[in-house]
């Protein structure tokens, strides 16, 4: 590298005698004759080798040649192929679906998102399949493990990783949010009532519940208003589930200090019913017609109309079969929210 003197050269005695010549007159050209002076002097008393580390080209990114063919030929072997190494119970337990549902959701993905079609690359050859991004994807959703994780076994490195999990969840969404994430429509209200009066509850819509979910990563300046009666920062989960598990109301943003009543002033799940949106319920009960549904909820709930408490101490054959019927309903929305657990990345 050339030395100092010439990597930052004085200006020689003409520029400077014709700049200060040029200057006499003009204060303020003076003053930036001096300040442009005094920075070449700085700069040339800077020693070469630091000026070597500063302007020091960047090294290139060092490749990894990794076996993605041998490594789709290994996950098609353990899980995918007609005799697989590893038995369905194996990929329910470590994918969190059956391998049906596995496979139904990636060809929608595929459809959708042309990212998880597998391509070739600028030397021609085949990149990751789709069964390695969506693998990928779906085992860091389920256990929150880092990107980087499955390198050694799916042969993705870090930056691919976390571009297929993004491109996995917008996929999702845009392709299901219309069909699920809804309130119910008249054949759905027909087949919810349908299911209570197999249950013992004519009418009944659900299970209201709301549970406490844990916020690690809690700002210090909310951790006094989100702190709840465990000690711990947490935000409220209102939901409503049916037997098959269908979340078809769900409002989470109210902080872990509010209790349930507090979380139903504030929810949407009765905008349905005040705006007379929601499909009639019609059904009979000891010769009554009723249009409204109710659902059932804890004691701690107000005594509305469209709520149906527990008997907290029941002491009667009937109120001991009531009790138990309601708990066998409240069972419902407690399994919905076991997805916590069995998405860890939640």
């Known amino acids: 590298m050339a030395s100092s003197s010439q990597a930052f050269p004085l200006a020689d005695s003409n520029s400077s ?66 005799n697989c190494t590893y038995p369905p119970e194996y990929f ?105 009066e197999q249950r013992g509850f004519s009418g009944m819509l659900g299970y209201i519940y709301c549970m406490h979910w844990e916020w690690k990563n809690c700002p210090v300046e909310w951790q006094g208003t989100h702190r709840g009666r465990s000690g711990k920062n947490t935000l409220v989960l209102e939901t409503v589930a049916s037997q098959d598990l269908w979340i078809w109301h769900a409002f989470f943003r109210m902080p872990g200090s509010h209790n349930d009543i507090n979380v139903l002033d504030h929810s949407s799940v009765f905008n349905g019913i005040i705006n007379g949106q929601l499909p009639p319920v019609n059904y009979v009960v000891n010769g009554h017609h009723y249009r409204m549904g109710y659902y059932m909820s804890d004691g701690i709930y107000p005594k509305w109309a469209t709520l149906m408490q527990t008997i907290p101490h029941p002491t009667t054959t009937k109120e001991k079969l009531f009790a138990q019927r309601q708990e066998v309903a409240r069972k419902d929305v407690e399994r919905a929210l076991v997805l916590q657990i069995k998405w860890v990345i939640m």
Do not use: W
């Open 92 to 196: 329910h337990r470590r994918f969190r679906m059956q391998r049906e549902l596995f496979l139904h959701i990636l060809n929608a993905v595929k459809a959708y998102d042309d990212y998880f079609v597998q391509k070739k690359d600028a030397t021609g050859r085949l990149g990751l399949s789709s069964i390695q991004k969506m693998a990928t994807a779906v085992r860091i959703i389920a256990y929150d493990c880092a990107a980087d994780h499955y390198d050694e076994y799916i042969k993705i490195n870090e930056n691919t990783a976390i571009k297929c999990l993004k491109a996995f969840c917008n996929a999702i969404v845009a392709m299901y949010t219309e069909e699920y994430m809804r309130p119910p429509n008249e054949a759905d209200i027909a087949q919810l009532v349908e299911e209570g």
């Open 17 to 82: 005698s014709s700049s200060s010549s040029s200057s006499e007159g003009d204060p303020f050209g003076a003053l930036i004759q001096q300040d442009q002076d005094e920075f070449y002097e700085i700069m040339n008393s800077v020693r070469p080798e630091i000026v070597e580390q500063v302007f020091q080209v960047r090294k290139k990114k060092q490749y990894i040649h990794r076996d993605r063919e041998g490594s789709h030929y290994q996950l098609m072997k353990d899980y995918f192929n007609e």
